[in-house]
């Protein structure tokens, strides 16, 4: 497993549900101090998970509680629909909008905390594995030095993001991920609240796509709220081939923010995006840094398992980074696996029942990002499929007992 959401939050479950010797390696040389990464949304269904999981009060850090989700027309600002969410729209959990590399800080210290400081090796780059006779698997790791070692386990959860060298070993004839035709822009703010201070927005023309959410209160001092953005719009054939196939999905890419100024501030009547409450602009020209990455797509896969090897997270189930659901998922993926490994005697038959409830639901999900790739992609408790009753009747996935709601 990788130190990212969905490896970490599949060890603090591993942990939870009684299975000791839990091993993450991360390629990275390190995590931490200061988070890196832009925004994510936390759907009501994985904040439970994280609050059973007794991380209610350090998710609540991370970022804002969302009561809204509000569609505007990018050329002119005018409010298409609006609809609650989390607990404006009846969810016992709230909706977050949190701040990428704080949640995952926060989930590497309860990992500390809680499994102690080995649990966690980085610079670990798994190069591959071997499924050994009667039920095993050896992992393969390099190092940034050159040296090479191997590591023995039960399990081994490829947990290793979109170019995932699990995956790729698993399913050698797929092929690199494939950009969907759009580029997309991300940066952090600080800016003035807008709406409720709470609020989500996306705003469309048809050709070009604008998100944006508070992940933080007010500044008591200045009054301004460190606001995340993301920008879409289409990307030219000549640039998709010139990009190396690393760069598909790789947030890591500083962008020159006139580019995507040009974008976004040159057509149309409204010429600067700014619709009084929202100074599209402004956003964009005041940010503290601004990453480019064009998104990608790949088809569902027929199965996640190979002996005792399985996937989990975008290695599992990559989604358009506009549809806000990929850190959900992935926690959902976690706790889901941790309940069958914690319940189900056999390892082979959890890996089965961890299939069979997850990678239905996600391949449905991947198929309505994709559809929508051309459209405003909804992000919302709904696209996932949950609505307040259905999650509030549905039992837990904690295996030793659950923390209070």
Known sequence: MGAGIGGLAAALSLHDAGLGDVRVAEAAPALG?????????LLPDAVRELTELGLGDAVDGCGVATEELAYYDLSGGTRVWAEPRGLAA????PQYSVHRGELQMALYNAVLARMGTDVVRTG?????YVQIPGGAVEALFADAYGGTHSEWADLLVGADGVHSMVRAQMNPAEGAPICNGKVMWRGTTLAEPFLTGRSMIMAGDGARKFVCHALSAPDPRTGKA??????????AEHAVSELPVSAIGDWTREADRAEVLGHFTLHGRHASRDFGWLDIR???????????????DRDPLAGWTHGRVTLLGDAAHPMHPIASNGASQAILDARVLAHALGTVHS???????????RRPATAAL?????????????AGEHAAGVDPRAL?????YGVRGSVAR
């Open 347 to 357: 390892i082979d038959d959890a890996l089965a029942q961890y299939e069979a409830l």
């Open 124 to 128: 670990a780059r798994l190069t591959g």
């Open 282 to 296: 402004g956003l964009i020209e005041d940010s503290i840094a601004v990453y480019e990455c064009p998104p990608i």
């Open 33 to 41: 101090p200061r988070p890196v990464g832009g925004g994510v949304c």
């Open 392 to 396: 509030d009747e549905r039992g837990s």
């Open 90 to 93: 009846g969810y016992r959990w």
């Open 366 to 378: 991947q198929l309505t990002s994709m559809a929508a790739s051309g459209e405003i992609a909804v």
């Open 226 to 235: 460190l606001t995340n953005w993301v920008a879409e719009a289409p990307l």
